[in-house]
Every structure is written in structure tokens, then in C-alpha cells.
T-cell receptor, first 113, second 116 residues
Framework: DAEITQSPRHKITETGRQVTLACHQTWNHNNMFWYRQDLGHGLRLIHY???????NKGEVSDGYSVSRSNTEDLPLTLESAASSQTSVYFCASSESTQSYEQYFGPGTRLTVT | AQKVTQAQTEISVVEKEDVTLDCVYE???????LFWYKQPPSGELVFLIRRNSFDEQNEISGRYSWNFQKSTSSFNFTITASQVVDSAVYFC?????????????FGQGTTLQVKP
């Protein structure tokens, strides 16, 4: 069965360190998204990609970067982790842009101390 | 500006009660999509339904039903005869065609607790 996976599921890091969260999907979807979930804010879009070599900024992209070298993977990098980036991060993919639902990974809980 | 409001932060009901989760949205687009997702205690996000702005037919799926009313910009979700397994956080989301990004604009979520 097709799926979307994230690793690690839990991560504790120190302020200032670079951290990379992995996202891998086997749906063969062109569109991939990264969201963060914080209490009181729902989910907010960090970055998204429509295909290989394509990346775009979302509403809360400062301090994050992504790269898309193949269809299956969209890793999210925190260049210099900050305590404000403590959150739960979700990766998602979809078949199309607006009209199709997004399928979400299980999430990564990141704590920055 | 686009926005999704779920005014009910938390709802607590007793098993077998019916419960309605409210969702009000704001958009200037005439073409858009609305979604509901469920997030059980295990944390994953589960897609429940998608509705486009041209289809105001209500939908029923088992104990779940959705009422879409463009006149009031609402897309409410009703669970009939609730069960403990329905306990979760429920998110309403909006996708605007004009943005051409595919991004989902989420409400803040409603936590539903169903007590035995």
C-alpha cells in the first residue's frame, strides 16, 4: 500500500544546531507540503513543492528550507534551530493542487532546548 | 483574506449523543474546496471529506454527515450517535483555487471528547 512516512518521529535538539526532518511518500504524488502544528494555531504551511527541483515558501518559512531532488522525498531543514521551532511537523502529499485531498504523514515531534 | 474559524475549542458529550462541529470560512474566491480531517489521540491526520464550492448537497457517510451552506459560509460536521472512538481533534480546512498553491488553510481545531 502507498504511504507517507516521516523520520524521526521524535527529536530533541539544542538551540543553534542544524536539524533535518525526512519525509518519504510512495504515492508518486508530485505535490508535497510541510506544515507545523502548534496549539491555538492549527496547522500552518512552511514550504511546498510541485515537483522535482521546485520549492516554494509558505506562510511560516523563516528559518526553514527544503529541497526536492526526486519525487518521493522532501526533507525539511532547520538551519539553526530555535526554541520557537519546537512543534509537531507534518508532511503531506497530494495528487493535484486544489481539488484533491492531502495525505499526511504521522508527524515528527521536535523539541528545541 | 482567507480564514477558517472553528469557534468551538472543546466539546464534551456522552456516548450516543449527537454532536455538531461548526466551521465558518472566509474567502473571496468563487471556486474553492473545503475539507474535514480527524486527528485521533495517536496523532495522525485522517482525511474525512472534500467538498467543492459548487456542490451544496449535504453528504452522509454512516454516522457522519456534513452540511454545506454557501449563504452562511459554513461547512458543519455532525456525528450521530457518537462513540468513544470519535474522540479526536477535528480540523476544517479551505483550499482556494486562485492561490494556485494547493495549500490548506486550517481552522484551529475542535477537540471532541466522547465519554462512555
Amino acid at each position: 500500500d502507498a504511504e507517507i512516512t516521516q523520520s524521526p518521529r521524535h527529536k530533541i535538539t539544542e538551540t543553534g544546531r542544524q536539524v533535518t526532518l525526512a519525509c518519504h511518500q510512495t504515492w508518486n504524488h508530485n505535490n508535497m507540503f510541510w506544515y507545523r502544528q502548534d496549539l491555538g494555531h492549527g496547522l500552518r504551511l512552511i514550504h511546498y513543492s510541485y515537483g522535482v527541483q521546485d520549492t516554494n515558501k509558505g506562510e511560516v518559512s523563516d528559518g526553514y528550507s527544503v529541497s526536492r531532488s526526486n519525487t518521493e522525498d522532501l526533507p525539511l531543514t532547520l538551519e539553526s534551530a530555535a526554541s520557537s521551532q519546537t512543534s509537531v511537523y507534518f508532511c503531506a502529499s497530494s495528487e493535484s493542487t486544489q481539488s484533491y485531498e492531502q495525505y499526511f504523514g504521522p508527524g515528527t515531534r521536535l523539541t528545541v532546548t | 483574506a482567507q480564514k477558517v474559524t472553528q469557534a468551538q475549542t472543546e466539546i464534551s458529550v456522552v456516548e450516543k449523543e449527537d454532536v455538531t462541529l461548526d466551521c465558518v470560512y472566509e474567502t473571496r474566491d468563487t471556486t474553492y474546496y473545503l475539507f474535514w480531517y480527524k486527528q485521533p489521540p495517536s496523532g495522525e491526520l485522517v482525511f474525512l471529506i472534500r467538498r467543492n464550492s459548487f456542490d451544496e448537497q449535504n453528504e452522509i457517510s454512516g454516522r457522519y454527515s456534513w452540511n454545506f451552506q454557501k449563504s452562511t459560509s459554513s461547512f458543519n460536521f455532525t456525528i450521530t450517535a457518537s462513540q468513544v472512538v470519535d474522540s479526536a481533534v477535528y480540523f476544517c480546512a479551505l483550499s482556494e483555487v486562485s492561490s494556485n498553491t494547493g495549500k490548506l488553510i486550517f481552522g484551529q481545531g475542535t477537540t471532541l471528547q466522547v465519554k462512555p
